[in-house]
């Protein structure tokens, strides 16, 4: 049987990620493919979290840009990964997976508030945990949260999933010479000015000398393989 190299990990998941080829919303086939890929990891034993984005449904920064207040535009972005995660948890229900969401903002009667001590037992108890509404504050993102709530829960590593498969010297599209960094440390990615996080996110993470790892979620087997500790993705470290 397979060993695990992490025991407790922070997923987190774009919404863009649930959009599959679709221009908007939620492609079923997708999301299912992705819990099919987090449930064979959650298998293994381990305790996962998840954070999801909502920029499948609406974009905080978009509706801010377009003259929407920008802290009402980014409480709408955060109704819409509560309901990114809704769609998860059935997703993992259908799957024979148990899963909660919890929200930062309060909506009892239709999701969990966020408690640490509570999904910390859900964990515990194998359950899929997926923190909704980010950080329940406007201005900050979802990798903020994700970064947030890796911390608050002891996670042993922050797993970034993207479209592409780790973190390169440039931009693979555009440059066929472009080399992918299989480890690189939080000073080296500073230095050389790679967009792994957001700022506020990138910043806690090495604060907390807590370990990313970029990857990519359309790569079949790639978060099992980020899981085994094999080279898949880019490792960000202290």
């Not at 909502?54 to 509560?82: C, E, P, Q």
């Not at 990114?84 to 909506?107: H, K, T, W, Y």
Request: aromatic letters at 6%; proline letters at 3%; hydrophobic letters at 45%.
């Amino acid at each position: 049987m397979s060993v695990a190299a992490y025991k407790r990990i922070m997923l987190k998941l774009s919404g863009e990620a649930l959009m599959g080829d679709d221009s908007y919303g939620i492609n079923e086939d997708v999301v299912s493919r992705i819990v099919a890929e987090i449930a064979e990891v959650n298998r293994l034993g381990v305790q996962i979290g998840v954070v999801i984005g909502g920029g499948n449904i609406f974009r905080g920064m978009k509706g801010a840009a377009s003259g929407m207040d920008r802290a009402t535009a980014d409480y709408m972005g955060m109704l819409a990964t509560v309901m990114n995660a809704m769609a998860l948890a059935d997703a993992f229900r259908r799957a024979g997976v148990e899963a909660r969401v919890q929200s930062a903002l309060r909506i009892d009667q239709v999701v969990e508030p966020y408690i640490r001590g509570r999904a910390i037992r859900h964990m515990e108890e194998g359950r899929v945990v997926i923190f909704a509404a980010g950080t329940g504050n406007p201005f900050f993102t979802t990798d903020t949260a994700a970064a947030l709530r890796g911390a608050e829960m002891a996670a042993q590593i922050v797993l970034k999933a993207t479209k592409v498969d780790g973190v390169y010297t440039a931009d693979p599209k555009k440059d066929p010479q472009a080399q992918r960094y299989h480890r690189i440390s939080f000073d080296e990615a500073i230095g050389r000015n790679l967009a792994v996080l957001d700022a506020t996110a990138f910043a806690l993470c090495r604060d907390q000398k807590l370990p990313i790892n970029v990857f990519s979620i359309f790569k079949p087997g790639a978060l099992k393989r980020v899981v085994l500790g094999e080279d898949e993705g880019t490792l960000v470290h202290s």
